[in-house]
């Protein structure tokens, strides 16, 4: 059973407009949740995580908002670069910090055009 | 550079054949981690280790694979007789302390082809 999902395999964003990636889990007991980015032919790179204990977290143009209650969480980027065109997984642990083995999403391809 | 890294990037290999492949984690950093990822899927958590303490495994890790981490720093994930099923991207990572947080960083992952 897909205990972390990401029912976008794809997403295209114009440029400068905002990019919303949503996940989805089931498993009550995950507690810190974390997106990665990653390029073809290379290891997922860690963008932003969330603990439980928060709704939000913002680091420059990447947003992660939680919601518990929905078992839902979203990352926002604005506004949209060409760069940031790559697959985005969304990851969570069960340990506090993201410590013990993740479970991942299968991911979202977001395409950004020009 | 500093980041974790794996060798060989790619292997090819026939069916039945035992292969071997090595993580290098961020030097400080005392918890390594082993993924597989296939096709179309997230990476799937296969074991990690605290140091050269094997700690956890998950059920996907089955009896033709071992992972050693012998003095605490590399480590080795062994698949015995291969089957066309191995053939995906094994990426290892290891846990310590980023810019804002502590999370796992991934190395480049080695694709194994089992033909």
């Known amino acids: 059973d897909q205990q972390v999902k990401q029912n976008s395999p794809s997403l295209s964003v114009q440029e400068g407009r905002i990019s919303i990636l949503n996940c989805d889990y089931t498993n009550s007991m995950f507690d810190y949740f974390l997106w990665y980015k990653k390029y073809p032919a290379e290891g997922p790179t860690f963008l932003i995580s969330i603990s439980s204990i928060k709704d939000k977290n913002e680091d420059g143009r990447f947003t992660v908002f939680l919601n518990k209650s929905a078992k839902h969480l979203s990352l926002h980027i604005v506004p949209s670069q060409p760069g940031d065109s790559a697959v985005y997984f969304c990851?969570?642990?069960?340990?506090?910090?993201?410590?013990?083995?993740?479970?991942f999403g299968k991911g979202t391809h977001l395409i950004i055009q020009p | 550079d500093t980041g974790v890294s794996q060798d060989p990037r790619h292997k090819i290999t026939k069916r039945g054949q035992n292969v071997t492949f090595r993580c290098d984690p961020i030097?400080?950093?005392?918890?390594l981690y082993w993924y597989r990822q296939t096709l179309g899927q997230g990476p799937e958590f296969l074991t990690y280790f605290q140091n050269e303490a094997q700690l956890e495994k998950s059920r996907l890790l089955s009896d033709r694979f071992s992972a050693e981490r012998p003095k605490g720093s590399f480590s080795t994930l062994e698949i015995q007789r291969t089957e066309q099923g191995d053939s995906a991207m094994y990426l290892c990572a290891s846990f310590g302390q980023g810019e804002n947080t502590d999370t796992q960083y991934f190395g480049p992952g080695t694709r194994l082809t089992v033909l």
């Open positions: 990851a969570a642990s069960a340990t506090g910090g993201g410590a013990d083995g993740l479970t």
């Open positions: 030097s400080e950093h005392n918890r």
